[in-house]
């Protein structure tokens, strides 16, 4: 059973607007969250990575969530552009091992 | 600068073969990860270094993978008696400071090579 859930599947957006997107786990215990980019046919580039005493973390237009307590975070896509589409990863690691979403693939039309 | 790089980019190979991946990481960097992606799929940890130490390989499928990295830049993931399930992309990663906890758990940033696109026939 996955431990990390992500949402939606797919987005598409037109650009210039704003998206959210959504993971959930259940590992525990939590050590950090990491959000990557990964686009079609190359490897995941590192977004932003946040520890259990962090709850917001920016990286340019990207700014990720996190609420340890709910065990939720967030990955808010601001004034898209074309170039943002891609599939987004949430990686959750606990003391051990780290756990990867299946992605969210985001679609960006002009 | 140079990124993680990785090759070949593409392999084809006949059941039963042997395979050697290679990963050259940022230089200077002091971990280094193995991963396989299955096509659709996230990234699977398999192993990862710290210098020329092997941290953890218990991610690893089964006794045909292996992987060294004898001194602690260039690293080569072996896999030994191909079978058409070990069709993936395996992608390498490094980061600059050494991985504290197991697993490759860090908090530190790691930057991804393209990936090798191993098919097996």
């Known amino acids: 059973k996955n431990q990390v859930e992500q949402s939606p599947q797919s987005l598409i957006i037109l650009e210039g607007k704003n998206c959210t997107l959504q993971c959930n786990y259940t590992v525990s215990p939590f050590s950090n969250l990491r959000w990557y980019k990964q686009d079609t046919g190359r490897g995941p580039v590192s977004l932003t990575i946040m520890t259990f005493s962090e709850n917001t973390k920016s990286n340019g237009r990207y700014t990720a969530t996190l609420d340890a307590d709910t065990k939720q975070s967030s990955l808010h896509i601001t004034a898209s552009q074309l170039s943002d589409s891609a599939s987004y990863i949430c990686?959750?690691?606990?003391?051990?091992?780290?756990?990867f979403g299946a992605g969210t693939r985001l679609t960006v039309k002009p | 600068g140079a990124g993680v790089s990785q090759s070949p980019r593409y392999k084809v190979t006949k059941r039963g073969q042997d395979v050697a991946l290679r990963c050259d990481p940022i230089s200077g960097h002091v971990s280094l990860y193995w991963y396989r992606q299955a096509l659709g799929q996230g990234p699977e940890f398999l192993t990862y270094?710290?210098?020329?130490?092997?941290?953890?390989k218990s991610g690893l499928p089964n006794d045909r993978f292996s992987a060294e990295r004898p001194e602690g830049s260039i690293s080569t993931l072996t896999i030994q008696r191909t079978e058409q399930r070990d069709s993936a992309m395996y992608r390498c990663?490094?980061?600059?400071?050494?991985?504290?906890?197991?697993?490759?758990?860090?908090?530190?940033?790691?930057?991804f090579g393209p990936g090798t696109r191993l098919t097996v026939l």
């Open positions: 990686v959750v690691s606990n003391n051990n091992d780290m756990r």
């Open positions: 990663a490094s980061s600059l400071a050494p991985a504290t906890i197991v697993r490759g758990t860090s908090t530190d940033t790691q930057y």
């Open positions: 270094f710290n210098y020329e130490a092997q941290q953890d």
